[in-house]
């Protein structure tokens, strides 16, 4: 199984609400990642866990939120986001723990938009 | 500034004819992949060249390196229509945990 899966497809949002996103890898891989993708442009880096722990911030804002449940999970809590936050969001894996090593593999992302 | 960047940023060109994207980086890299993504999806691993390859192939993908002039290139032989898409190169750096993606190519293959 080379597939990450990623739940919902769509959302959409007002600024007040609370909503989180799911990620779920069943290769085995220990690093997970988030991205945040805008129309025409590449994906920007937001989080990349190492086996469950958070390994790097891009000083992303803190009304997004990280967690990794387990090896095979990865959630994106969102609260009190902004317009401009509306994007494509992507989960990744790869292999180890040395995220760059290796391929990574994408889901098929979830369409933000906020209203 | 972006660590990768593509040229060129669109590429159009006729099915079966060969299409070429070039992507060039500033510092030392660990390796360099190559993504392709269709419109609104998910991107999927091409192909991933080590610091110490010079070039690699994988069906009708041929990549290359040189390390010299710190760029890459992406060649698809005999295109198809399903080649339409985004190619993004990203660079793994030296020490880093993460890929820095360039700004993309978006080819088109008209049938």
């Known amino acids: 199984d080379t597939e990450v899966t990623q739940t919902p497809k769509h959302l959409v949002m007002g600024m007040t609400n609370k909503k989180s996103l799911k990620c779920e890898q069943h290769?085995?891989?220990?690093?997970m990642y988030w991205y945040k993708q805008k129309a025409k442009k590449p994906p920007e880096l937001m989080f990349v866990y190492s086996y469950e722990k958070l390994s790097i911030n891009e000083s992303v804002p803190s009304r997004f939120s990280p967690e990794c449940p387990n090896s095979s999970l990865l959630n994106l809590h969102l609260h009190a986001l902004q317009p401009e936050d509306s994007a494509l969001y992507l989960c990744?894996?790869?292999?180890?723990?040395?995220?760059?090593?290796?391929?990574?593999?994408f889901g098929p992302g979830t369409r933000l938009t906020v209203t | 500034s972006q660590q990768g960047e593509e040229d060129p940023q669109a590429l159009s060109i006729q099915e079966g004819e060969n299409a070429t994207m070039n992507c060039s980086y500033k510092?030392?890299?660990?390796?360099l992949q190559w993504y392709r993504q269709n419109s609104g999806r998910g991107l999927v691993h091409l192909i991933l060249i080590r610091s110490n390859e010079r070039e690699k192939h994988s069906g009708r993908l041929r990549v290359t390196l040189d390390t010299s002039k710190k760029s890459s290139s992406l060649l698809i032989t005999a295109s198809r229509a399903a080649d339409t898409a985004s190619y993004f190169c990203?660079?793994?750096?030296?020490?880093?945990?993460?890929?820095?993606f360039g700004q993309g190519t978006r080819l088109t293959i008209n049938p």
């Open positions: 510092t030392s890299i660990n390796n």
């Open positions: 290769m085995g891989h220990r690093a």
């Open positions: 990203a660079t793994a750096l030296q020490g880093a945990q993460k890929l820095v």
């Open positions: 990744a894996s790869s292999r180890t723990g040395t995220g760059s090593s290796y391929e990574q593999y």
